[in-house]
Every structure is written in C-alpha cells, then in structure tokens.
C-alpha cells in the first residue's frame, strides 16, 4: 500500500513539540490507542529536523519519543550514521542501543562496531566486543578491538583487553589503551620516529602532546637511542593575546661517548672540521622565540638559541627536535630563522622596535655566545652589545626645497668578558640634489657627513686598563648616473597581453678622502675610496587581464606600478601603435596581473686610486659580476650568477640553480655552487608522485672539489585512505640512518607532509 505522511492534511500527526511533527511513513501504519503507539510495518521512514530512522518494523511511542526498531535498522544524525538488526532509541534524548551494529561519526571517520552499542549522550558510544578503526570497508587496515571500548567524541577513548590489529594480524596488545577521539588539538601520543644509525644504532622518539587550554600547549619527547642514552626534550607555545605569542624549547642528553679529538678512536660520534673536541657529556640546547605588542606602539622581539657545545646541532640536525624541523618552525611561525647548524657562534637578541611613517627607532641587546670558548677556552673575546640604539629616517624632502636627506644613527655598548670595551656613537646623515632632465636620464648627486665618537673602558690597543676619547668626522661624496629605457609589446599571446622590456643603465661615483684612522679599531677604519661602479639591468615584465572589476573599482597593483607611457623615462623606436600600456575600456577599469619574468643584469667597477698608484701588476677593475633570474608564472624557474675577472683565465665564483614541478607535486631541483681553489659541489632533490597513495623522493649532494659524496638520502611516503608510512635511508659523511614514521588517521595524524613539495634555494623562491 502506498505510504502515509502522517503530518499532512487528513493523517494524524505524531508530535513532541507542536512546531516540530515526527514524520511516518510505511507501507502498513496502526495505533495503539491504549498505549498510545505507533506501529509501522515495511519500508518504515520516522524524519524530524535532520534526524532519520528506517527500518522493516517500529514501534513509536509518541509520549516518550522512545522506537523499537527491528530489520535493516538505519539512523542519520546530521551527517553520523547508525546501523544494527535492531535498536532501541531515545529519539529526543538521543540514547539507547544497538545490537550487532555499526556507528559511522563523519567528523573524525570513526567506524565503531560491536555485538551491542549503547549510545550514551549525544557523543558517547560503548561497545562489548567492540572495534574501533577509520578505514574504510569491511577488511579495515588497522583497526583496534577490545572487551569493552568506551569512545567519547571531541574526548578519549578507552578499551580493555586491547590489541592493535594490521588487516587480520595483531601487531600490539595492551589490557588497557586510552586514545584521543578528536578532530581538534587534543592531548595524547603523537606518531613516533623509529629507525637505525651507525652513530647511535636503534632509534626511538616518541612526542606526547599535552593541551593546556586554548591558547597552551606541549609537547614532550622522549628519544631512545641504543647506543647514547635517552634524550629528553619539551616544547612549550603559548599564545599571549593576538599580537603576543612565543615557543620554548628545550633538550638534554647524558651522553655516553664524548670526542677526546681522536680521529680514529671517536670516529663514530665525533666531528673534526673545527679542529676542537667535545669533552663534554652533558649536551643540550636551548631555545626560544617570543614577539609582544608593548605600549606606545613598541615591539619586542626575543630571540635565544644557547647550545652545549659546537657539535650538537651537527648531531641532531633532523628529527622532530632536530635543528632543520627546529629553523623551519621558528621562519613559518616568527619569520626569523635560526644561525646556522654549524656555526659555533650562536646570536641571543632582544630587539625593541618603534616605526613611524618615516622613521625608526631600534633598540636592545645582542649576546653572541661563542660555544667553544666558553666551554673550552680560558679567556673570551667575543663583543657583545648591551645595548645599541639606534634611529634612522629614511629618504624625504627638505621642507619645500629640492633637497631630500636620510639619516643612519646608532649608540652601542661593546663588552668583551676578555677583550676590548667601548662606547661608540655615529651620526650619519645624507643629503641629495635629485635632478631629471627630460625623460632622458636622472642625476643624484649626495654628500654625506659622519662624526663618530669612541670611549674606551678597556682598549686591547692600548693595554687593558687605558681609556681614552677618540672621535672621527668624515665626509663621501656620490653622483648616482642613470636613465630608465622601455618599450612595450602587444599581441604577443592569448594569456599575456603586453610585455614591457626595460632597460636601466647606471654609473655610481664615489669618494671618500683618506683620514687617519691608526688609533680605531681595525674593523672599524673606513679606507679612501674613489671607484666608479657601472651596470647594465634588462627587465622583461609581462601584464596579463585577470578579470574585470566591479564598477568604480580601480585596479590593484601588481608587481609595482602601472606600465603606461606616462612613465618619466625614454622610449625605445616604436614597435606598433602602442598608446597604452594599461588600457581602459568602456570606462571601466580591467584587472591585471604582472609579472616580472626576466632579469639580466651586469656590474663592474674601476678602481682609480689602484689605476693611479706606481706599481707594476696594477688592477684597477674589479670582477665582472653578472646575475640572471627566470621566473614565469609556473612550472620553472632559473637562477644563474657568476663572477669573473678579466686578469685571470677561469670563473671566480658561479651559482646555477634551477627548479621544475607539475600541478600533481612531481619536482626535480638542481644546484651547483663553485668558489675557484676552495669549493664545487652538486646538490639534486627529486620528488616523484606515482600515484595519489605514494610519492618517492630523493636528495645527493657532492663535493666534486674533494670527489667525495657528502649527504644522500632517499625514502618514499604512502599515504592510503587511513594510515601513512614514511620511510627514509640517509648517508651523510661516516653515519648512516633509517628511519620511519607510521601514522594511523584519527589516532595520530601524519605530521609530516612530504608529497609536493619544493625545496628552498637561497636563489631561489617558490
């Protein structure tokens, strides 16, 4: 028979709230008046705002908004979904249970099947003979089973007699398990990175992550190595309020081998290139990052990185509290990175900062920890500032005159626990005659005027307890030659509209008279100068339409400005009928986008107190430096620099770095980095999706100055429905490690993403 509505016009209505009706419909309904219920037979559907029961057979009671259901039992919650042979429901208050049955929370893609599940409250399930997994299918991955499993969404999950199982192999058994059952951050085991390496044999590091509340948060390490002991390690990140935020970090390790500097016998755990050993056993590394908001609109920014000693960076350099993870953290999170891993000079910053709409004032106190000689050495010379100062104003107009000036100024405190200390002050303003003549070429002539004043607390020229004034004035003089060529091109495609090719010669003379500068300190002489630089920029920037703008919109800047004819510079013979190089049409201004895809530039200088001076091998020009970028919209980019003198027959120096990638993630990155007599080496990164479960990738470096490999690593990523594997292999000089990651979805999410990505060339931008 047909079914019944029995919310329209005509049936009765079964109701718990007079603007709320549940909706019947069946092939078969009756009504039991003495026990006020409902009875529906055969393709049975109970609706009521967004919550849905189908089933062969139900009993609804209309009172208590209780249902019996029995065969092929389905219930929809919003986007949760309840399956069994039979059910017995609470529909208002959302509890009751099902037998032999299945629960599916959209959410989290949490499958929970048992012999009988009690819903008990509107986001907590139990199950006897339960399972919980987020694979797909009736032959999960993994899945976890257990006695008794009680799972509270948004909260933890809990199971007696555990076990972990891989398809239908158990891999861990636990007589109690506690997981976390959340979409949001929430408190529990991260995945852990396990592998091998001839430095510290069997690895194990395994993060716990703590919530504090919404605006804390930890994580805790504990990393297990055979052969070293266990380090402990602990971040802390907080947020303070929207313009206050910072990361602690902090590892310690009781090391059980030290580096006595004997090459042969601490081969496996010592590093020679500083020609200093690591005596010590106690190893750790400190570190921070904090930014504020202060009143009168300061900033403050701290920055502290303090190691145990020179080696250990080179050490842990990968891993979750390795320095690579560690630098990427602090560039995406504060946007400062850390010094480099092997720099034994360590830089501690506390920065105030106040900027105005032309000026700037800085402040606070840099500490360059020198590792080795703290730990190792009896005396430390290292110059600390405690404090600098300083203030500046950048380039502006002197009142209504022609005149523009900048200024540079800065006090600073210079303490050496061992070496010199000193005050030093500058003063340092510059003033301009900017003149243009036509659209021909623009002239700049500046003089710029320092006093620079010096008082010595501990002179190491002078002997240590000798204090002594000294003050410098100087003057430079600078004539800046340049003019600005273009010309524009139309029709050249159907995604690019017009293509500006620029030209931009430029002459800089400088001069800056000898002065006495023998009681300085010696990197503080500033020597005479009288150089000519010249170079040579060619530009090509293409402009492509985006869309049209809402009416009265003006266009967004691009990469600069708008390319017209209006530009103050001299234009090449025309190549067409180009009056525009933005155009306009029916009044109403077009989107565009520019891109600067080609840069060539050349430079040189000529010495003429060298060309000028009595001796036989003079060399008055210095290297030709020359640099080109390609950088289109996509898929490639190119960096190529290169110096070379024309007294010698080979390249001083020559960077070739080059990038290609498809929208699927595949990329291939090549660099080779050559200094003549002292360094050449190739680096490639290869990154392959093959298909949407797995990607493989690749990283070789050489020294082919030394003919010697110095890192190569390969491994692959497979990422299916509900768990990932990443895998490594990692050979760089005299250790090699394996390492892999595994990862169940919902219980510990994949933290590190490898598929796609693109490394990072300091010539190279994404």
């Not at 249970?97 to 989290?108: D, R």
């Not at 976390?180 to 590091?205: A, C």
């Not at 948060?217 to 190595?225: E, G, S």
Request: charged residues 25%; aromatic residues 14%.
């Amino acid at each position: 028979m047909p079914g019944y509505v029995l919310s329209n016009p005509g049936f009765q209505s079964v109701k718990d709230d007079p603007n709320q009706p549940w909706h019947i419909n069946a092939d078969e309904i009756s009504y039991d008046k003495k026990l006020d219920q409902y009875i529906a037979k055969g393709n049975v559907a109970i609706t009521k705002n967004g919550k849905s029961l189908t089933a062969d057979f139900v009993r609804f009671d209309q009172k208590t908004s209780k249902v019996v259901a029995v065969g092929h039992v389905i219930m929809t919650v919003g986007d949760d979904v309840l399956i069994g042979n039979r059910m017995e429901m609470d529909l208002e208050t959302e509890t009751g249970t099902v037998y032999n049955g299945t629960i599916f929370l959209k959410a989290n893609h949490y499958y929970i099947r048992g012999d009988k599940i009690q819903k008990t409250g509107p986001d907590s399930y139990t199950a006897e003979k339960g399972c919980l997994t987020t694979c797909d299918g009736d032959r999960p991955a993994w899945k976890i089973t257990g006695k008794n499993v009680k799972v509270t969404i948004e909260g933890y999950g809990y199971a007696t007699n555990a076990t972990l199982w891989a398809r239908n192999v158990p891999v861990l058994y636990s007589p109690w398990l506690m997981f976390p059952v959340k979409q949001k951050r929430q408190t529990g085991l991260l995945p852990p990175q396990i592998g091998y390496s001839d430095r510290r044999w069997e690895e194990y590091n395994q993060p716990f992550f703590l919530v504090i509340d919404d605006s804390k948060d930890a994580t805790f390490y504990l990393h297990h190595m055979g052969r070293r002991g266990d380090k402990i390690g602990l971040e802390y990140r907080y947020i303070l309020d929207e313009n206050s935020k910072g990361t602690i970090m902090y590892d310690y390790l009781n090391d059980r081998k030290v580096d006595g500097g004997d090459p042969i016998a601490d081969a496996d755990w010592g590093y020679f290139g500083d020609s200093s050993p690591r005596p010590n056993s106690d190893r750790y590394w400190f570190r921070m990052k904090h930014d504020t908001l202060l009143p009168f609109a300061f900033s403050a920014k701290l920055d502290i990185d303090f190691v145990s000693d020179q080696d250990y960076l080179k050490e842990f350099k990968y891993g979750y509290t390795g320095f690579e993870e560690t630098n990427e953290y602090f560039l995406k999170t504060f946007g400062r990175e850390l010094d480099a891993y092997n720099d034994a000079v360590r830089a501690n910053r506390l920065n105030l900062n106040r900027s105005w709409s032309q000026y700037s004032l800085n402040g606070g106190l840099h500490w360059y920890d020198n590792v080795i000689n703290r730990r190792q050495r009896d005396t430390d010379t290292t110059q600390q500032q405690l404090p600098y100062v300083g203030f500046n104003a950048s380039k502006q107009q002197i009142l209504t005159s022609s005149f523009y000036y900048d200024l540079a100024s800065q006090y600073r405190y210079s303490y050496s626990e061992d070496g010199q200390r000193d005050h030093r002050a500058e003063v340092y303003p510059r003033f301009y005659l900017p003149y243009k003549f036509k659209n021909y070429f623009s002239i700049e002539p500046s003089l710029g005027l320092r006093e620079t004043m010096y008082h010595f607390d501990k002179y190491e020229y002078r002997g240590p307890t000798k204090e002594e004034n000294l003050f410098r004035e100087m003057y430079d003089f600078k004539v800046d030659l340049s003019s600005d060529i273009y010309k524009i091109y139309s029709g050249i495609g159907k995604n690019i509209d017009k293509i500006k090719h620029a030209v931009r010669p430029q002459i800089v003379y400088t001069y800056i008279p000898h002065k006495d500068q023998s009681d300085f300190p010696s990197g503080d002489r500033i020597g005479k100068q009288r150089v000519l630089s010249y170079s040579l920029t060619n530009t090509l920037t293409s402009k492509s339409l985006i869309q049209k703008k809402e009416e009265g919109m003006l266009p967004e800047a691009g990469n600069g400005r708008q390319l017209n004819e209006d530009e103050n510079s001299q234009k090449l013979p025309e190549a067409g009928n180009d009056r525009q190089f933005l155009e306009i049409e029916n009044d109403r201004p077009p989107d565009y986008s520019y891109n600067q895809f080609l840069r060539f530039s050349l430079s040189q200088s000529y010495d003429i107190n060298e060309a000028k001076e009595d001796k036989d091998k003079k060399q008055p020009f210095s290297a030709i430096f020359g640099e080109i970028d390609i950088t289109p919209d996509s898929y490639y980019a190119m960096h190529v620099d290169a110096t070379r003198s024309q007294y010698n027959s080979f390249w001083a120096a020559y960077n070739v770095a080059g990038n290609i990638w498809d929208k699927r993630g595949d990329s291939l990155f090549v660099e080779r980095r050559y200094r003549h007599s002292s360094s050449d080496s190739m680096f490639y990164d290869l990154n392959v999706v093959i298909s949407d479960k797995l990607s493989v990738f690749a990283d070789y470096e050489r020294n082919r100055h030394t003919a010697k490999d110095i890192r190569k690593n390969f491994g692959f990523l497979y990422k299916p429905q509900c768990w990932a594997l990443e895998a490594n292999y990692t050979h760089e000089g005299n250790d090699r490690s394996y390492m892999f990651v595994i990862s169940l979805y919902g219980i510990g999410e994949f933290a590190h993403s490898i598929m796609g990505r693109r490394l990072e060339s300091p010539y190279l931008s994404k």
